[in-house]
Structures are given as structure tokens and as C-alpha cells.
């Protein structure tokens, strides 16, 4: 494997669901990200992990928790989601330096996400 | 808070040129990058401008006016492979020094 992937790739789930996506990054990277994409709105940062610390968290509401094991890997566990949150959940990683975050962010393919 | 604002839809034929003009507000500013990204798949990184002035790659050129607050992308001898979405993003400091705010995106149809 290379680069970042993500897992699954497509995810249907009800509102009293709870479920998991993965991330992985194959590129040494000490910076993780997770983003959501909506159709017509601006790629919307959700949460950064540097050095497996969470260093930035934007207003993200707590049906969304992240987790960061290690370096390589990023989960983002979802539950009683919300129609409105289905998008297509996007991953990326990077190199930071000095805890800032890196302008070069490498993406994973995503996970489109339907909650109904 | 911090906008950007790019042009949501450009169509142009093989060979034009196409420039995406990008127009930031942000509180912080620490550079201007440019990422592509085809229908289903993943944001890929184009370029990235720190200071004034033009950057070329290829056939994708970036150039940056931090006084006027302004960038653009220019791409040039246009390929029907160049059909996608491009967005800037802004680096800049947030809460922990850690966020690239991205603008809406450009849609590029290229047309035979």
C-alpha cells in the first residue's frame, strides 16, 4: 500500500448507528487530518493530529470523536449521526514541522457517508 | 474569520489558458496553495506561493500578491485531463498554527 487510504470507501448507516472510518498513512508523516467534504461548500477541516496529539479541533460536534493511535493511523468514530452529516469524509496527512501545520497535505480517497 | 473566494465555474477548449483568480480574508497568512482534484477522487497538491510573484510548473503556473491580497492559478495548453475542481487554500494560524482553510472551489470543464 501506499500513500493514504481510507476504509470503507462507501458507508450507508441510520441514526442510531455507531460506526468507525480508518485512515492510514504509508508516508512517515507526523501530521494527520480529517476534513468533510459537502456538495456545493468548501473542504471543512474537522480535526488535526500532530505527533498524535490533537492540536486543533473546529467546533466539530461530539457525535464526531476522533482517535490516533500512532503516527500512521487515524480513526473517526461516528455515532447518532444526522442526515445532514452525510459527505464524503476526507483524510490527509503531512509533514510539520515545529507544530505548523504543512501547505503540501496528501489526501486519501475519502469515505462517502450516507446517514438515513 | 478567514474567506476565500474563487470563481465557481470556468469552461474553456484544449489548448486556451485558464487563470483561477483566488481572493483571501485571513487573520494570519503564511502562503497560498492550489490543489486539483478530479470527480471521485482525492484533493491532489498543485503549488504552493510563500512570496510575490510567479511559480511555474509545468504547464500550471501560481502567482501570489500578498499586499493585494491575491493569487491565481494559470493553467495553460489545456488538456481534456485538466477537467476538474481547483481550490485554494489559505495557511494560515488558527487556533494552534495548524489549519488550511480552503476556498469553494473552481469547477474546469475543457471542452474538444
Known amino acids: 500500500e501506499t500513500g493514504v487510504t481510507q476504509t470503507p470507501r462507501h458507508l450507508v448507516m441510520g441514526m442510531t448507528n455507531k460506526k468507525s472510518l480508518k485512515c492510514e498513512q504509508h508516508l512517515g508523516h507526523n501530521a494527520m487530518y480529517w476534513y468533510k467534504q459537502s456538495a456545493k461548500k468548501p473542504l471543512e477541516l474537522m480535526f488535526v493530529y500532530s505527533l498524535e496529539e490533537r492540536v486543533e479541533n473546529n467546533s466539530v460536534p461530539s457525535r464526531f470523536s476522533p482517535e490516533c493511535p500512532n503516527s500512521s493511523h487515524l480513526f473517526l468514530h461516528l455515532h447518532t449521526l444526522q442526515p445532514e452529516d452525510s459527505a464524503l469524509y476526507l483524510c490527509?496527512?503531512?509533514?510539520?514541522?515545529?507544530?505548523?501545520?504543512?501547505?503540501?497535505?496528501?489526501f486519501g480517497p475519502g469515505t462517502r457517508l450516507t446517514v438515513t | 474569520g478567514q474567506s476565500l473566494e474563487q470563481p465557481s465555474e470556468v469552461t474553456a477548449v484544449e489548448g486556451a489558458i485558464v487563470q483561477i483568480n483566488c481572493t483571501y480574508q485571513?487573520?494570519?497568512?503564511?502562503?497560498l496553495s492550489w490543489y486539483q482534484q478530479h470527480d471521485g477522487g482525492a484533493p491532489t497538491f498543485l503549488s504552493y506561493?510563500?512570496?510575490?510573484g510567479l511559480e511555474e510548473t509545468g504547464r500550471f503556473s501560481s502567482f501570489l500578491s500578498r499586499s493585494d491580497s491575491y493569487g491565481y492559478l494559470l493553467l495553460q495548453e489545456l488538456q481534456m485531463k485538466d477537467s476538474a475542481s481547483y481550490f485554494c487554500?489559505?495557511?494560515?494560524?488558527?487556533?494552534?498554527?495548524?489549519?488550511?482553510?480552503f476556498g469553494g472551489g473552481t469547477r474546469v470543464l475543457v471542452k474538444p
Open positions: 506561493n510563500a512570496l510575490d
Open positions: 490527509a496527512s503531512s509533514q510539520s514541522s515545529s507544530g505548523r501545520t504543512s501547505y503540501e497535505q496528501y
Open positions: 487554500a489559505v495557511r494560515d494560524l488558527g487556533a494552534a498554527g495548524n489549519k488550511l482553510t
Open positions: 485571513t487573520s494570519g497568512f503564511y502562503g
